[in-house]
């Protein structure tokens, strides 16, 4: 490694990690629960929490349309309400409101990540619209608590959704809790008979795949039907619960991404029709 150069090195699966080239620091910085940084890689400017990778300007938007887009799709018809529980960036919040969600309250544990990505991410939430959502107004309102906990306050005062979004950092002993069966169940109460839940799984490659394996098999234990989800350009799998049985079969899918006033640029009818079907390895378990 040459001399001087900043690298973060992220981890990937066990004994491996990535390495990331650091053009400029921006942000380095601990709140109070976890290490955020900001970066100019070759990827452009990158999110990294805890040396992990959440974002980046090259690949965010194929990564927050497989975050939102599938759920969209899969259910029989627009939500009229969403949480989004994360997303320190703010970008799946945006993808829902020109979806035309009328309701998004957006729940984030870390307030000092979300306002730092406002100010230096070229992508995302900007300072005004924190500062607006956080007073509940322009169709979001932003609230800064423990997701689990809101779920908890959710379920005692039946207040009910039709979607729920989950993007926060991959499944570890860290945060564990958010990927359990006994999570999806809150999960589970807290939407609507026919709503929708949606969270990034993993990576399906055979060294990478034991996250996703160990977050589908929770989901299938809470959910009345899970349906998989994978986009080629972020090579990453989502992972949809249906609190229902009845599931849109893939041409219903297809016309339901016909019918959105958001235009995806990385999901497309063919898309659809590969994307739901999981690799061999994770079909049979093995």
């Given at each position: ?57 090259l690949s965010q938007k194929a990564y927050h349309e497989g975050q939102v887009v599938p759920a969209l799709i899969s259910m029989p018809c627009l939500p009229k309400s969403a949480l989004v529980i994360g997303s320190s960036e703010g970008v799946a919040s945006q993808v829902l ?146 609190k229902d049985k009845s599931v849109l079969s893939i041409s219903e899918m297809v016309q339901r991404l016909k019918e959105l006033t958001y235009i995806p640029e990385y999901v497309d009818a063919l898309t659809i029709e590969s994307a739901v079907i999981p690799p061999i390895s ?5």
């Open positions: 490694m040459a001399s001087g150069t900043t690298y973060i090195f992220e981890p990937i699966s066990e004994g491996l990690e990535r390495r990331w080239k650091v053009d400029r620091m921006i942000l380095s910085r601990r709140t109070k629960y976890q290490f955020v940084q900001i970066a100019e890689t070759a990827h452009g400017v990158a999110l990294f929490c805890d040396g992990e990778r959440q974002s980046s300007e409101k020109e979806a035309g969600i009328e309701k998004i309250v957006h729940v984030d544990l870390d307030e000092e990540c979300l306002v730092a990505c406002s100010q230096l991410l070229p992508y995302g939430y900007s300072v005004d619209e924190v500062e607006r959502y956080k007073r509940g107004e322009g169709g979001v309102t932003l609230i800064f608590c423990d997701g689990d906990e809101f779920l908890d306050r959710c379920i005692q005062s039946n207040t009910r959704f039709d979607l729920i979004v989950m993007d926060v950092p991959d499944y570890s002993s860290k945060n564990a809790g958010l990927y359990s069966a006994s999570f999806y169940r809150k999960v589970c109460e807290v939407l609507v008979q026919e709503g929708v839940f949606i969270t990034q799984g993993g990576n399906p490659a055979i060294w990478r795949s034991s996250a996703l394996k160990k977050v589908k098999a929770a989901m299938e234990q809470s959910f009345a039907k899970v349906t998989y989800f994978e986009l080629r350009e972020q090579d990453w799998v989502w992972l949809i619960g249906h994770i079909r049979k378990g093995f």
